[in-house]
Each structure stands twice: as structure tokens, then as C-alpha cells.
């Protein structure tokens, strides 16, 4: 739906890479260039090996997230806990770049718990950029490490894009990233107006056709698609390509599927769409020809 939007995976721990199935948690596929690999960890030799692991495996950007609050991830001493520690996330950093060729960049919170002042992150920013990263995603709420949720976490904290426009104006040559309740390309546009980019997370995955007008409306470039039933055609390729040649590392239908479940939203058929694959995906041996099936009538749903 969109050659030029940057896709990055979920956090993946150095330790699932250090200690874990490798392929399973590295693997993708040459349609989804630009993508980013997202770790999570606190040990700067570990992100550098793990900084490697993600270019051999040819991702276009190494991302250290320090913005995840939930509990599992305070208890490994990664996430949003890091943004009390700038001068161990700039030491991570500069291990990462010592060993990277593609650029090393970091996601994070305009804050933690105690940290109440816009002078506090422009520390945070200041110091980690020493350590070589040019490139901030700030997801513009404050996150509390104790008595909220992750989920309530993307939702309770007030936003705040004042602060993460004044860290472009006061960090001119960095490339500032906002993120954080921004639900359609129009106000894509209007942060663009302070911003070198926009990050989006529950608006593209609950509404995926949007990512449709990504090229066009952001980067003055025709759209690939210009209709759903050519998305389902080409993602039906796709998951036959990673059926293929995955399987045998545990990967089932419904774990790519589950993705494209908004595909058809206020489509007609788009409920039974949801429905037909939150039903049959699951079931083993299940492949591409479900997907197909589940598409609405192309007729019916002029798209």
C-alpha cells in the first residue's frame, strides 16, 4: 500500500536473539523494505552483537526502544525505565553505531514518572545524541512505570506535541519523529508542518487502507493500490511465499492475518471478512486460498 512509510517490527529482546530462534524472530520479506528492527536491552555489547544480527540480516534500521512501560520489560531493565539512565542508553548507542552501517535510532516517552519538565528531555535527548543518534521517534505522552498498563499507558497520559515540536526547534540538525494519537494523514500533514516525520501504530493497524494514500499525500508519489482486492491478491502472494519456506518455525495463517482484519472496514462485507478469517485462520493447514475466500465480492464491495 505504500513504498516510502517505514515499517518497524515489535520490540525483539537481545536475549531472544542471543538465546532464541533466531530466523524466527529476524525473518521478512523483500516486500517490506523500508523496515526497521526494533530491540529492546540494556547491555551495550549485547545490542551491538544484536546491531549485526539485524544487518546481516539486511534491515534498513537498528531502533533501541526506550518507551515500552510494561512490567516484564522494567524487570530486564529495557524500555521506558531507560529514560532515568540517558548516559547508559547513550553508551548503548555508541556500541551500536561503532558497529553499524544503516543508522541507529531511538524511540522514547517525553517522559517517566518523576520527570516533569521539558529541560529533563531535552537532557535525555541531548546526552543520547552524543553518543551518535541523529534520529528520536517521541511518542508524546508521559509514561508511568507504576499503577498504569501499557494499554492505559497509550491512553491516560495527556499528549504533549508542543514539547516534541520544541525539540525540533532546539535540536535543528536531529530528524524528531512524533508518534502518539494520530489517527489520519491529515494530521500527518499539519506535524509535518513542525517535524521531519510521523509515526503511526493503532490508526494503521485498525485501518490499514489508509497506508493506501501514504504515498501520494506524503510523499507527492502515485499510490501502488488503488483498490483492496489488489492488497488481498498481493498480501495472498505473500503469505504463500512465507507459508512456504516458514512453517517449520512455527508460523501459521493467522499470525499474518490477523494484521489485515481492518482491511475492509465500512467496506460492505467487511464484518463477514473479520469474521470468516478470526474463525478459520487458526485451523491448522489453513493457507492463502482463506484469505481469498473471505475477500468480499469484489463486486459487491467496489473495492
Known sequence: MTKHARLYTEMVTTGALL?????????????????????????????????????DWGYDEINLNCGCPSDRVQNGRFGACLMAEASLVRDCVAAMVDVASVPITVKHRIGIDHQESYGELCDFVGTVADGGCQVF???????????????????????????????????????????????SLEACQQHLQAVDGVMLGRAAYQRPWLLSQVDPLLFNEPSPVHRRHQV?????????????????????????????????????????FRRMLSEQAHRPGSDQRVLLQAAPNRRLAGS
Open 232 to 272: 488481498i491478491d498481493a498480501y495472498a502472494a505473500y503469505i504463500e511465499r512465507m507459508l512456504a519456506r516458514e512453517t517449520e518455525h512455527g508460523l501459521r495463517l493467522n499470525h499474518m492475518t490477523r494484521h489485515v482484519l481492518g482491511l475492509f472496514q465500512g467496506e460492505v462485507g467487511g464484518k463477514q
Open 137 to 183: 521517534l517521541v511518542h508524546a505522552r508521559k509514561a508511568w512505570l507504576q499503577g498504569l498498563s501499557p494499554k492505559q499507558n497509550r491512553e491516560i497520559p495527556p499528549l504533549n506535541y508542543e514539547w516534541v515540536y520544541q525539540l525540533k526547534k532546539d535540536f535543528p540538525a536531529l530528524t524528531i519523529v512524533i508518534n502518539g494519537g494520530i489517527d
Open 19 to 55: 538465546h532464541g530462534d533466531v530466523r524466527r524472530h529476524l525473518v521478512f520479506d523483500g516486500a517490506e523494505h523500508p523496515v526497521a528492527l526494533q530491540l529492546g536491552g540494556s547491555d551495550p555489547a549485547e545490542l551491538a552483537q544484536c546491531t549485526r544480527l539485524g544487518q
